[in-house]
């Protein structure tokens, strides 16, 4: 009998679909998209706001859910089965261990992704009659976008279940990025820029400030997402070390491109959000299979 890393990845997605958490967090991740859609629009100013307002407005969530469902979907991976002994099994068969950690990466990607996409179809079976609006190129450059962020904190996520032996250490590792990507990159970028320019970055900065923001994936895409939509997309936390004047300050001179003299660089564009995420998807997968390789699993 002849197996590959598509039978591992058809397993995992059918165990992951049955999973009630990843399940919670997508229909809470669909509320409040729908929330958000009836809420902001029906009782705001419809005929100012399109569909590009509506995707840098969505953006917000997406940073936080996102990632949250797909290293959710991902951390248990391999770990859950190398702990309960069904990993010894799976081993049993022909199976090389890259084909076990690629089957795992895209059997849980696929999940994640498509739960991007119904989202996204909510999104348009809602936004568009609610902004007479249908921007479709902006719909799926975000789309996909939205996809590739899911992927790779997915493939984050596996990587750190290969690499560790215990749920509980696989968790806090999962825990950790997440805090760190979410909340406090901000910190370590200001802390950066204050050590090098003797201050806090103000309303213009230098340009390689942002250089060290689309260094995190999740930063790189809420960039990325402002561009496509012409808009400046909040962060989902915000800790205010930079030295402006929030309440003075406008959407539009907060936008990366609004913040450095001169023309924008490269670094600023959204295709580079695809080599910021490509890295982490890569990186963390190269460490995680060196480690797997290398486990005992007895």
């Known amino acids: 009998m002849t197996v590959t890393w598509h039978d591992v990845a058809r397993k995992d997605f059918e165990d992951v679909v049955r999973s009630k958490l990843v399940w919670g967090l997508t229909l809470g991740f669909v509320g409040l998209l729908t929330f958000f859609l009836f809420v902001g629009y029906v009782s705001g100013n419809n005929e100012a706001a399109g569909m590009s307002d509506l995707l840098s407005g969505m953006g917000q969530f997406v940073l936080f859910f996102i990632p949250l469902i797909a290293l959710v979907a991902g951390y248990m991976s391999v770990v859950g089965e190398r702990q309960s002994g069904s990993l010894r099994v799976l081993m049993s068969y022909p199976f090389s261990r890259s084909d076990v950690l690629t089957g795992k990466v895209v059997g849980r990607s696929v999940v994640v992704g498509l739960t991007i996409l119904f989202g996204f179809v909510v999104i348009t079976v ?11 190129v902006d719909l799926l450059l975000v789309a996909l976008l939205t996809v590739l962020l899911g992927v790779t904190f997915t493939a984050i996520a596996v990587a750190i279940s290969a690499s560790t032996a215990s749920r509980g250490t696989a968790l806090a590792w999962v825990i950790g990025i997440f805090f760190f990507l979410l909340v406090m990159w901000e910190a370590l970028a200001v802390g950066i820029y204050y050590l090098v320019e003797g201050s806090r970055p103000g ?4 340009p390689w400030y942002f250089a060290l923001y689309q260094l995190n994936p999740i930063e790189s895409y809420r960039i990325a997402i402002g561009q496509v939509t012409d808009s400046f997309v909040w962060p989902m936390v915000q800790l205010g070390l930079e030295d402006i004047d929030w309440a003075q300050a406008s959407a539009e001179d907060l936008r990366a491109e609004a913040r450095v003299e001169g023309s924008a660089p490269f670094y600023l564009s959204p295709w580079f959000s695809v080599l910021t995420s490509l890295a982490w998807i890569a990186v963390p997968l190269a460490i995680g299979y060196r480690r797997f390789t290398s486990a005992d699993l007895d």
């Open 126 to 136: 809602l936004g568009v009659p609610l902004t007479a609006d249908f921007a479709p």
């Open 203 to 206: 309303l213009v900065v230098e």
